[in-house]
């Protein structure tokens, strides 16, 4: 049984950071996409981080130079690095993963639609 622990939430001024972490059990990163998602009030659910079953990561372009995400694959964590936090990165971030190798890049784009396991969520507040 897949399950996703997200932490690291929480409030920053404009320019911080915070790190998120995603702790995940019943799956092996080898065999899974992973990724990052968030949605802020009244908009759709966007992806912000992919990282696919061979390791290699593609971001948003709104948060690429700013986020970083890694993994820790003895310890099955996935981690974001959020810097220079802008008031628009406001949303609650979850952590996702996906066993279909084929389809799971084409559904980070639409927001992970198809995608089969989630996290809780973390909520990141950068205010205005």
């Known amino acids: 049984q897949v399950q996703l622990v997200e932490s690291g939430g929480g409030s920053v001024q404009t320019g911080g950071s915070l790190r998120l972490s995603c702790a995940a059990s019943g799956l092996t990163f080898s065999s899974y996409c992973m990724g990052w998602f968030r949605q802020a009030p009244g908009k759709e659910r966007e992806g912000v981080v992919l990282v696919l079953s061979d390791g290699s990561i593609r971001y948003r372009p709104s948060v690429k130079g700013r986020f970083i995400a890694s993994q820790d694959n003895v310890n099955r964590t996935l981690y974001l690095q959020m810097n220079t936090l802008q008031p628009e990165d406001t949303a609650t971030y979850y952590c996702?993963?996906?066993?279909?190798?084929?389809?799971?890049?084409?559904?980070?784009?639409?927001?992970?639609?198809?995608?089969?396991?989630w996290g809780q969520g973390t909520q990141v507040t950068v205010p205005s």
């Open positions: 996702a993963a996906e066993s279909n190798g084929v389809s799971c890049a084409t559904d980070f784009f639409v927001g992970g639609r198809h995608w089969n396991y």
